[in-house]
T-cell receptor
Framework: QKEVEQNSGPLSVPEGAIASLNCTYSDRVSQSFFWYRQYSGKSPELIMSIYSNGDKEDGRFTAQLNKARQYVSLLIRDSQPSDSATYLCAVNSAPGSSNTGKLIFGQGTTLQVKP | EPEVTQTPSHQVTQMGQEVILRCVPISNHLYFYWYRQILGQKVEFLVSFYNNEISEKSEIFDDQFSVERPDGSNFTLKIRSTKLEDSAMYFC??????????????FGEGSRLTVL
């Protein structure tokens, strides 16, 4: 059973701080990793994708991938109250030519940014 | 900005009734998906669809479920005889062909199904 694990939280940080969200996955052959943001009652919204080991930065967001440790993380710098949401880690389960875009999602980590 | 649209936003039905959830994917996307999220639980893959046929389906997607692309724009999910445990938010998603093998999906706002 392929699994994606996240701490459900809530993770509470003060406005302006760095929020660090973590995710581990069980399927070693996974190649594509995603962070989706989900506001309460809304649909997931893609905010970051990462495919190679190392860091990938996009504005205030940095995704980090370590395939050897089967670990992916998301850092949010200068956290804002509007960042308060559930952050879903998702892993592509069948990379390559057989892939159909099936994603395995984690439970999500709820982030609360306090003004 | 192009978006995936879903109707209805909320449907209440009696157990055993048939339900059809409708989706209009982004126009130049070729891969279509249904996911669901039971309240408080993970987003779960149901089915992927490409070139007018199912590419992959999960164990959840049993004989009670079917998908169809009846015309050039709509993508539907049918549940033939709903059960209480089908109550969930159903998300339609679509992807460009170039990103289908990486998993960059665009989700609709969801259809909430309540089975009584």
């Amino acid at each position: 059973q392929k699994e994606v694990e996240q701490n459900s939280g809530p993770l509470s940080v003060p406005e302006g701080a760095i929020a660090s969200l973590n995710c581990t996955y069980s399927d070693r052959v996974s190649q594509s990793f995603f962070w989706y943001r989900q506001y309460s009652g809304k649909s997931p919204e893609l905010i970051m994708s990462i495919y190679s080991n190392g860091d990938k930065e996009d504005g205030r967001f940095t995704a980090q991938l370590n395939k050897a440790r089967q670990y992916v993380s998301l850092l949010i710098r200068d956290s804002q109250p509007s960042d308060s949401a559930t952050y879903l880690c998702a892993v592509n389960s069948a990379p390559g030519s057989s892939n159909t875009g099936k994603l395995i999602f984690g439970q999500g980590t709820t982030l609360q940014v306090k003004p | 900005e192009p978006e995936v649209t879903q109707t209805p936003s909320h449907q209440v039905t009696q157990m055993g009734q048939e339900v059809i959830l409708r989706c209009v994917p982004i126009s130049n996307h070729l891969y279509f998906y249904w996911y669901r999220q039971i309240l408080g639980q993970k987003v779960e893959f149901l089915v992927s669809f490409y070139n007018n046929e199912i590419s992959e389906k999960s164990e959840i997607f049993d004989d009670q479920f079917s998908v169809e692309r009846p015309d050039g724009s709509n993508f539907t999910l049918k549940i033939r005889s709903t059960k209480l445990e089908d109550s969930a938010m159903y998300f339609c998603a679509s992807s460009e062909e170039a990103f289908a093998n990486t998993g960059e999906l665009f989700f609709g706002e969801g259809s909430r199904l309540t089975v009584l």
